[in-house]
C-alpha cells in the first residue's frame, strides 16, 4: 500500500473530497488527526477527547488481554459470569435457560446483541428458531442484524439442545467474550467509537460482500461513518446501499490487516471530528442564547 504526507494511506486520503467549505474544514480535521496519529503525537484538537483516538486504539490493542483479564475480576462481571455458569451447568432445556434474564444479557451481549436483552421474547424466538429453516425468525432478522443468525448457528439450540453451550470451551468462549465486550464498551466513555473500531478490526477479514458488511450493524456502521455516507442509506433499496460502499471501498482489501487498520484510524478520525463539530455548533448557540437574553434585558 502506498503513503503519502506523514504516512496517510493514500486510498483513505483520496476520500478527503469535500464539496463544500463545511466539507473542506471536516476533511481537514480528520486528516489532521490521522496525519497527527502517524508522526506519533498524542494532541488532539481543543474540544475532542483528551488524546488522539488513534493513539488511544493502538494502547487498547497493545493492553487488550491484561485490560479483558482485569474486567473480568470486577466484582459485577465476576457475579454475571457465576450465575450465567451455574444456570447453563443446572438447566434441563433451553427454553428454561433462555428464560433466564442473566444468562440472555451474558450471552447477547458476548454475541454483539446486548441492545438486544431489553427484548427477552424475540431474543428467546431468535435463538431457539431453526436457522436452516429460511422462514425462521433468525433468518429474518438477519436482514438486518446476520448477528442473530450467526448466534443461532453457533449453539443450535432448535436442533442439539444444550449440548452445544454446555460444553465448557464453549462456555469459556461466551465468559470471555462477555468480559471484552464490557472492557470495549467502557473505552467509549473516552473515546468514542473505539469499541466498534476494535470489533472491526477483529473481523473485518470475515466480510466478503457488501451485503455481509451491511447485516452486521457494527460493521455497517464503520463503514458507512469512515466513507462518509448518510446514514439514511438504510432507507434505499438494498443495490443501492450495496453500490454506495462497493463505489468507495473495495472488499477484498478487508483481507489486508494493514489497511483494516488504517480504515479503523479514518473512521475513529471521522468520529472525532465530528464530535469536534457538534461541540462548536452547541458553544455557537449557547453564545448566541446568552446574547439574545441580554439583548432582550
Known sequence: M???FTGLPTNLASLFSPLSATGASSAASITSILNAAYAGTTTAATGAASENPIIALQIAQRNQTSDVKAETLQPAVQRDIAAFTKAVQTAKTPQQLLSNPTVLTVLLTANGLGSDASYPALAQKALMSNPSDPNSLANQ???SNSQWLSAAQTYQFATKGLSIIQDPKVLSTITNGYAEVLWRQSLDQQTPGLSNALYFIQNAS???SANQILGDSV???VVTTALGIPQQLAYQPLSAQQQAITSQLTISDLQNPKFVQSFADRYLAVMQSTAQSSSGSASS?????VQSQGLIA
Open 206 to 208: 470475515t466480510f466478503t
Open 141 to 143: 432478522l438477519s436482514g
Open 219 to 221: 460493521a455497517r456502521s
Open 285 to 289: 448557540l449557547s453564545s448566541l442564547a
Open 2 to 4: 502506498s503513503v503519502s
